[in-house]
């Protein structure tokens, strides 16, 4: 049976980078750049004021103070937008707002608090001025020519706003991938319909798919099937349009568990078992050409699964360089017990205290106990072979909901108010 | 001037939580629960096996080994999503599926790893099993008519699906602010379009809104309007659609800083400058009856202000409990040096190492400077009447984009490549 780490890396292994496509900026929010963003201007695009006042040769106003100003004419005026009318000559001085270009001549911006209205047309600066104060110089922040944004990078506000501010409207990036969930299983029932003896209602559709969305990726299709084989396969081949395939139930070793054997008929089943707790019948192959994963049916092994194989498998389809699930070290504020074998992963609560994590698991744990991952946001590991963990121990967690896990103080922006 | 703690906490109290309402689960993925969702049915509805196996009497199994195994006549065979056929009794056993009814008569589920066929019909017990083993008791989940979910849980992927799995469709949860972004400045050219002597392309619409998507929030409208004050005007009265205004530019000391004008006029301007670099120029008041923020034009100083003053009104308005950002300490890589005044924050990456965080600045800082944002996950933050701060120092981070800022190891999911 292979371990957690051979089984992510025999994933990431297996799956590819998805290609890429030309999308609008806001499209690409949270996408992968594919091609660079080369600059076809410099920026800013000229030299420019870097506060409202007046442009002035520094000259002019050296030695200037409150108690002995320096007079000079007005001689123009350039909200940002426009193109400075004339040049700036000795003795001069144009009002000039943030933003606006530098007209000819100039060399310096007194800033409109360093100065006050003189007689007849004229301002008085009230304090002296370097050659280049407050201008931002053509090319400061983008060479023209220059990669501005690198194949790889991630794209959030700040890179998308770049791309804007060198006129791009579109990017290359990796496309999102769009994953298709089957759930198996002729005890199911869709929630809102009525309840039968013996079934239940399906929560992994909907949570499998919450995760899917929370990874930044597009849900292609949900499915149900029920427990025999032909139902499943058929389901299967209606997912041709999903970059990646997730199941749910069917994979363990009972004579219902069907879904393993269509994975084989259909394509290649590359593991169906990993050494951890909860989700020891877990299975990764390919059919028709896609990845595949076969997740258990209990809905908290069905998460932590996802969490620690299927996101990273979409991670890697996405573009990203780094795949694998943020963890951190954290102190363990109460103590667990742990028999000896599989790795354990207990949903657990983490947050910022001072100058580290603390840790705790989220109420009474199990495989199918839902209630044990409410307001969750990581996954507290438990050591194969260690008998249990004590309060005050260093222990490391994989976080599933990092914004909650750095937060200020104890409280956590309401993802567990109780 | 307002320091930033003052100014956020007259955000937070000036804004309120939005109204809720019913929305499909995937539709509330991330929202915050404003009505309980209370349990309508056991969790489990029933007793049920937690394993492929046999139901028995558990007193039948007493002593029961491989060398001397226990040989039981199976009367059944109980697929999930069905009802039990018939009574269990001694000397009786019937096959049985993980999640299947445990039938009348039955008290533990023996593993199907725990037995072997046996003659004629019967299957050979070959460990002993204890009453209640391998049975997941109906309501140990959840009991009926008990708040699963309280208000103010935030809805990920498990909290969806404990909801699905007590059958609902819709929960009740607090409408997702709609924000309108309104940039200013008769410079601003729309990306993609030919670029005029004078101009520069609007960077603050695509990265404003790229911040809005990000806080899981939706983006009402964007518009843009020049500098004068009846065109500013006009563009914010058509923002009656959005549950807050967001403006960039004009709102500086300048003639033809027009914004702070339109809104003082309109509405209400509580405050208008806050001690902080960059960012200074941030008013914050209410039109229409709505919060209105209007950020600085400069790219980055637009970007702080978003993350320090509108994520926390976002978050508030959202319903979440905890508005502020999230931080943590750090330990600064490379010396910064800093003049006394206002409090100054610096795009920096931070990143988990070892035992804690450390951070340095991403390049080149300046409000106007796109590029020292790029790749940065955090704002270091460096105190008002601090000098400057050293490498090896503990410092501040505000996390903009937390989830890789605990990541593994040195890299981090490709949000910083080069």
Same mark, same amino acid.
């Given at each position: 049976m292979l371990t957690v780490e051979q089984a992510q890396e025999a994933v990431l292994a297996s799956v590819s980078v998805l290609p890429s496509e030309r999308m609008s900026l806001l /499209? +690409?929010? &949270?996408? !992968?750049?594919? /091609? $660079? !963003? !080369? +600059? &076809?201007? =410099?920026? =800013? $695009? @000229?030299?420019?004021? +870097?506060?409202? &006042? @007046? +442009?002035v040769v520094a000259e002019d106003t050296r030695g200037a103070t409150a108690a002995a100003p320096r007079g000079l004419t007005v001689v123009g005026d350039i909200p940002a937008g426009t193109v400075p009318g004339r040049r700036v000559g000795a003795g001069m001085a144009a009002r000039i707002m943030t933003g606006a270009p530098v007209p000819e001549g100039a060399d310096a911006v007194v800033m409109v608090e360093q100065s006050r209205p003189g007689a007849g047309g004229t301002v008085e600066i009230l304090a002296p001025a370097k050659p280049g104060d407050n201008i931002r110089r053509m090319g400061d922040d983008v060479a023209a020519r220059q990669t501005a944004l690198p194949p790889g990078q991630v794209l959030g506000p700040s890179e998308l706003g770049l791309a804007a501010a060198l006129g791009c409207t579109h990017v290359v990036a990796t496309r999102r991938p769009r994953v298709a969930i089957v759930t198996t299983g002729s005890e199911l029932a869709n929630p809102g319909e009525e309840l039968k003896p013996g079934a239940i209602y399906d929560s992994n559709q909907v949570s499998i798919a919450g995760c899917v969305l929370r990874s930044g990726c597009e849900v292609a299709r949900r499915l149900h099937a029920g427990d025999d084989e032909p139902a499943i396969e058929e389901a299967i081949r209606g997912c041709a349009d999903a970059d990646l395939i997730v199941t749910a139930g069917g994979v363990s070793v009972g004579d219902y568990d069907q879904v393993k054997a269509v994975l084989a008929r259909l394509g290649e089943v590359k593991f169906w078992r990993v050494l951890m707790k909860p989700g020891k019948p877990v299975a990764f192959g390919s059919v028709l050409g896609r990845p595949v994963f076969g997740l258990p049916g209990n809905p908290v092994s069905a998460l932590v699964t996802f969490e620690l194989l299927v996101a990273p498998a979409l991670r890697k389809m996405s573009g990203r360089q780094n795949c694998l699930p943020p963890t951190a070290r954290a102190t363990l504020l109460a103590g667990v017990r742990h028999e000896p074998g599989r790795r354990e992963y207990l949903q657990a609560f983490t947050r910022y205290a001072g100058d580290g994590c603390v840790v705790e698991p989220s109420g009474k744990q199990g495989s199918a106990l839902l209630t044990s991952a409410v307001g969750a946001n990581s996954l507290l590991v438990i050591p194969e072979e260690c008998e249990g963990l004590g309060a005050g121990e260093q222990v490391t967690v994989v976080l599933t909901a990092p914004e909650t896990a750095l937060d200020r103080g104890g409280a956590t922006c309401g993802t567990r108010p109780r």
């Open positions: /499209e +690409a929010l &949270g996408c !992968v750049l594919a /091609e $660079p !963003v !080369v +600059a &076809g201007i =410099p920026l =800013p $695009p @000229f030299d420019n004021s +870097a506060m409202d &006042g @007046f +442009a």
